[in-house]
T-cell receptor
Framework: DVKVTQSSRYLVKRTGEKVFLECVQDMDHENMFWYRQDPGLGLRLIYFSYDVKMKEKGDIPEGYSVSREKKERFSLILESASTNQTSMYLC?????????????FGPGTRLTVL | QKEVEQNSGPLSVPEGAIASLNCTYSDRGSQSFFWYRQYSGKSPELIMSIYSNGDKEDGRFTAQLNKASQYVSLLIRDSQPSDSATYLCAVNIHQTGANNLFFGTGTRLTVIP
């Protein structure tokens, strides 16, 4: 079974704090993704990575950065958290770059920024 | 422009009925289509994928694809209360270095016992 884990299920931070969200997959997948999910807006892609040390912007990268130093780990960084970054953050991974590949999701981190 | 549209619902069906969930997409180059189920407070889980025109059946679930009409649907037969969830339609798009998925906003399904 594919397993994608995220470091926290719930996180509360204050405005201006630096926030790290960690994601680890154990299936040697090439691709990893970070999404945020908000009511009425669905899943929106923040950043993705298709190889170690590679990163590409998704649809809403502003205010975020990412790091992929090892194949199994993909980190999302909020340099200076703001209240509009309160959201559910979902990490996903997929095996290759084929269009048929399924994305497998982690359990999500619900981040609240006060 | 990348768009995946779903009726947000809520869609309510009685237990044992057929639930029909619909999705349209704008990118004619899309080749792969996925249905995910998401229970409240949980992450999405894949229930069906379809790549060719026509129907694909898996147990009580049937995915239907019509690329000419840019339309994909999910039928759930003999609906159960445990099927109550939000169903997300996802369509592949090709971006730099990877085939990514673009998600609809989801249809909330309630199965009434």
């Amino acid at each position: 079974d594919v397993k994608v884990t995220q470091s926290s299920r719930y996180l509360v931070k204050r405005t201006g704090e630096k926030v790290f969200l960690e994601c680890v997959q154990d299936m040697d997948h090439e691709n990893m993704f970070w999404y945020r999910q908000d009511p009425g807006l669905g899943l929106r892609l923040i950043y993705f990575s298709y190889d170690v040390k590679m990163k590409e912007k998704g649809d809403i990268p502003e205010g975020y950065s990412v790091s992929r130093e090892k194949k199994e780990r993909f980190s999302l960084i909020l340099e200076s958290a703001s209240t509009n970054q309160t959201s559910m953050y979902l990490c996903a991974s997929s095996s290759t770059r084929l269009s048929t590949d399924t994305q497998y999701f982690g359990p999500g981190t619900r981040l609240t920024v006060l | 422009q990348k768009e995946v549209e779903q009726n947000s619902g809520p869609l309510s069906v009685p237990e044992g009925a057929i639930a029909s969930l619909n999705c349209t997409y704008s990118d004619r180059g899309s080749q792969s289509f996925f249905w995910y189920r998401q229970y409240s407070g949980k992450s999405p889980e894949l229930i069906m994928s379809i790549y060719s025109n026509g129907d694909k059946e898996d147990g009580r679930f049937t995915a239907q694809l019509n690329k000419a009409s840019q339309y994909v649907s999910l039928l759930i037969r003999d609906s159960q209360p445990s099927d109550s969830a939000t169903y997300l339609c996802a369509v592949n798009i090709h971006q730099t270095g990877a085939n990514n998925l673009f998600f609809g906003t989801g249809t909330r399904l309630t199965v009434i016992p």
